[in-house]
């Protein structure tokens, strides 16, 4: 298939992609820190309120945006699941 505007959206989507993978990289690196100094403080992995703010934070984001703000929800509890999960293994918690 050789269609020049499909492949033009495809590239950008790409783009994006990659954007994407980049910026939740560097997130973790960030949040690995924070469990480093949670575990060193004796801090909880998880902070329920810090996540409800976040949550309602970025569903205001997101319909502004212009974006399901359920879905962007979703994202957001997949990836505060994962910091936790590594905030629990630092910690030595499993």
Do not use: W
């Amino acid at each position: 298939m050789n269609d020049d505007r499909l492949s033009r959206y495809r590239a950008s989507i790409d783009n994006i992609d990659a954007a994407l993978v980049c910026m939740l990289a560097e997130r973790f690196k960030i949040t690995q820190a924070v469990g480093e100094y949670k575990a060193e403080v004796g801090l909880p992995p998880a902070d329920e309120s810090r996540e409800n703010e976040q949550i309602e934070r970025l569903r205001t984001l997101a319909t502004e945006a212009g974006l399901d703000p359920a879905f962007t929800e979703k994202f957001l509890r997949f990836i505060v699941a994962e910091v936790i999960r590594h905030h629990h293994l630092i910690a030595g918690e499993n």
